[in-house]
C-alpha cells in the first residue's frame, strides 16, 4: 500500500462506481472516485430517474380523462411543463447530494475532475494532479450516438431533453429502441405531436415479437405517427426555429424539436486505455472477464462501458462483485441469465428470460401460453387498450423460460414475476398457486 497514493481509484461515479466505491471503502480500502460530471451518473442524472418521473407525470393525462369515468368531475385541465421539469431536477439534486454523503459517510474521496489513464497504476486529473493506485476502476458509461448528416446538429440527446425551456409542439424522435418509444409516449401524453422515424421495420428488436407489436398498435391508435425504413438526409433549421426534416422517399417533417434515441456507445474515447494496455473491442467496450477485470492485470471495468446488459442494477451487481471480489475476500460473479427489464412506455412493457423466438431457436419447439385481456380499469373507463401476458414454458421439463407483457403496471408485476422465472419454477407451479382476485397479475396463474 505504501507504494500507491490509493488502494483504488474510480473513474466516474455513476450506478457502477459509486456502488463499487462505497463497498470498497467499507471493506477498509483507501478509495478516491473521480466524476467529471455530476455524482449518479446517468442513471441518477439523466436516465432512469428523471425519466420514470416524467412518464409518471405523463400519464395523469390519461388518468385525469379516465377519473370522469369514475365519477370524478375533473375541469378542463392544462399541462405545465416548466413545474414539471423544475420539481423533476429538484428531485434530481437531492438524489445527488444523497449520493454524495453517502460516499462521504463511507469515507471515499470524491474528487470533481475528469480523470484519465496514464499507466496501469496512475491517473491523470484534469486539475493537473497525477495519482497512483494499486487497482484502478473504469466506470465511465456510455454516451448517446448521433447520426451525422447535413443538419443533424440541430438535433438533441437524452441528455438535453431533460431540461427543455419549453415544450414543444412537433417532435421527431429517431431510433426505435426503448428510450425511443418511452419518450413517444411521455411527450405524446403531454399533447405533442410524435413522429418516430425508425431506420429498419420494426421497433424494440430482441423484445418479443408480439409484445412489441402490441405496443406498435396501441401507440398508433393513440395517434403516435411512425415511419420506417426511413433514413435522415437532413434537417434545415428556419428563422422562426421549426426544424425541417428531410428524409429519403418520405415527405419532409416539421417539428420544433428532434431527438436522437439512437443508440448508446461505451465511454472510452480519450480515456488512455492504451497506456495501460487495456483492450477495447470493435464498439469501443472495455473487454473484461468474468470478474471484471481487463487485460491489464491491475485494471478492471464495470457498467455500460463494458456493454453487457446497459441496465443500472446490471451496473451496480458488477460493481459489487468487483468489491466483494477484490477487496472483500468473497469472490462473487454476475449471473447475467434471466435479467427483467423494462420499457416505460404508455402502456408499459417487461420481460424476463426468453422470448418465444429466441426459445426456439434454442430448443426447436417450445409451449406458448398467452392472457390477452382488456384490464378492469380500462373498461370502465372505456379505454379500448388491450394487455398481452405471454409465457414461454419449456416442452418437456415444463420450466417457465420466460415471461413478456405488456398492460398497465407491467413492470411492477414483472418484478416478482422474475423470481420465479429465476428459480426455475414450472408451470405446474403458477397453475398450482390460487388466483389473488381480482387482480391483473392473477392472470400469470390462470393461463391455460
Ligand atoms: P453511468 O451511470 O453513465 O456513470 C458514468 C459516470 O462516469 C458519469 O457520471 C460520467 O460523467 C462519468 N465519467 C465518464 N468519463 C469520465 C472521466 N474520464 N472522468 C471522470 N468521470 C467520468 N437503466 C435501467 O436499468 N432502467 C431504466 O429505466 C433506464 N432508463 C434510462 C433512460 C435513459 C434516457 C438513459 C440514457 C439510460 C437509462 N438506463 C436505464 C441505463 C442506465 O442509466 C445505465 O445503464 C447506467 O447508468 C450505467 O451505469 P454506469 O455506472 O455504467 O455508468
Redesign the pocket.
Known sequence: MADFDYDLFV???????VRASRVSAAYGAKVAV?????VG???VI???VP??LLVYGAHFAEDLADARRFGWQVPECAFDWATLRDHVMAEVDRIETVYGQTLENNKVEVIRE???VTGPHSVALSGGRTVTAKHILI????TPMVPTFPGSEHGIT?NEVFGLPALPKRVVIAGGGY?ANEFAGIFHEFGCRVTVVNRGDTILRGYDAQIRDRLLQISMSKGIDFRFNCTFESVEKRDDGTLVIRTAGDDPIEADMLLFATG?KP?TEG?GLETAGVVIDGNGAIKVDADNRTTCDSVYAV???TNRI????V?IREGQAFADTVFGNKPRRVDYNNVPAAV?SHPPMAGVGLTESQARERLGSVKVFTSDFRAMKNVLAGRNERALYKMVVHPETDVVLGIHMIGPEAPEILQAAAVAVKAGLTKQAFDDTVALHPSMAEELVLMR
Open positions: 473513474i466516474g461515479a455513476g450506478s457502477g462506481g473521480a466524476e467529471e460530471y455530476r451518473g446517468t442513471c439523466r436516465g432512469c425519466k420514470k475528469r480523470a484519465t466506470a465511465t458509461g456510455a437524452s428510450i448508446r465511454l480515456l457498467g455500460d462501458v446497459q441496465l443500472t442494477p451496473a416505460f
